[in-house]
């Protein structure tokens, strides 16, 4: 473990004169700046607005499609080295301590009782921006009198992986009954981070469809 440990903080201290070369487009990120998702390019504020959503109901399934425009970026000193947050107007941030806290939608369905539901990606658009790591979501601050600050928590074994997170982007995140009705929790994923690539993806749309009842 902290083998793996040191070698991630000197890829992440290389990272200051190397460029790693790929389908991405490296930009000259500011302490703080606007990432459009149409394209490959920094934005203005004009790009920092709400997403779109739109939800088309059917008897069997439910589409839901999202267009984004862009988010900003903050950069932030950790001890392993420069790191970012992202922000979407009215977009939450994922919470699994240690893994990026990417821009996330959380929404509600209300479906029949008898659903089995389960989700299909339809469609993604997105841009790549290279050497774009993620801030880890930290575990929540203490507010007992006297307890130490937490310390700071990144999870090792991801920031060293080739896995894009979250994965899928769409997820089923709980399922519940309240008196006749039934709700579903889907949590979607703004951006994806991969580490080893040193990659992030900026979605301009999402379209997803929740199957109601088991496909054929």
Same mark, same amino acid.
């Given at each position: 473990?902290?083998? /793996?440990?040191?070698?991630?903080?000197?890829?992440?201290?290389?990272?200051?004169?190397?460029?790693?070369?790929?389908?991405?487009?490296?930009?000259?990120?500011?302490?703080?700046?606007?990432?459009?998702?149409?394209?490959?390019?920094?934005? #203005?504020?004009?790009?920092?607005? &709400?997403?779109? %959503?739109?939800?088309?109901?059917?008897?069997?399934?439910?589409?839901? /499609?999202?267009?984004?425009?862009?988010?900003?970026?903050?950069?932030?000193?950790?001890?392993?080295? $420069?790191?970012?947050?992202?922000?979407? =107007?009215?977009?939450?941030?994922?919470?699994?301590? %240690?893994?990026?806290?990417? =821009?996330?939608?959380? $929404?509600?369905?209300?479906?029949?009782?008898?659903?089995? =539901?389960?989700?299909?990606?339809? &469609?993604?658009?997105?841009? #790549?921006?290279?050497?774009?790591?993620?801030?880890?979501?930290?575990?929540?601050?203490?507010?007992?009198?006297?307890?130490?600050?937490?310390?700071?928590?990144?999870? $090792?074994?991801?920031?060293?992986?080739?896995?894009?997170?979250?994965?899928?982007?769409? @997820?089923?995140?709980?399922?519940?009954?309240?008196?006749?009705?039934?709700?579903?929790?889907?949590?979607?994923?703004?951006?994806?981070?991969? =580490?080893?690539?040193? @990659?992030?993806?900026?979605?301009?749309?999402?379209?997803?469809?929740?199957?109601?009842?088991? @496909?054929?």
């Amino acid at each position: 473990m902290n083998t /793996t440990r040191a070698l991630f903080r000197i890829m992440l201290c290389l990272n200051i004169v190397i460029f790693f070369s790929s389908c991405g487009v490296t930009q000259d990120y500011k302490d703080s700046s606007y990432l459009s998702a149409l394209e490959p390019r920094l934005g #203005t504020s004009e790009i920092y607005k &709400e997403p779109i %959503g739109e939800r088309k109901i059917y008897n069997d399934y439910i589409d839901v /499609t999202y267009s984004f425009f862009g988010g900003k970026i903050v950069r932030r000193k950790s001890p392993v080295g $420069d790191l970012y947050y992202m922000h979407i =107007p009215r977009v939450g941030k994922m919470g699994k301590e %240690g893994l990026p806290a990417l =821009p996330m939608r959380n $929404d509600l369905f209300e479906i029949p009782i008898d659903a089995s =539901p389960s989700i299909e990606i339809m &469609e993604v658009v997105y841009v #790549t921006y290279d050497n774009l790591l993620i801030y880890p979501a930290q575990p929540p601050i203490s507010d007992v009198y006297g307890a130490e600050a937490s310390k700071f928590y990144i999870d $090792d074994e991801y920031y060293s992986s080739n896995r894009w997170y979250p994965s899928p982007i769409a @997820q089923i995140y709980s399922d519940q009954r309240a008196s006749e009705k039934r709700y579903i929790r889907v949590l979607l994923g703004c951006a994806q981070q991969c =580490p080893k690539k040193r @990659q992030l993806r900026v979605f301009s749309k999402i379209k997803y469809r929740i199957h109601l009842y088991k @496909q054929e």
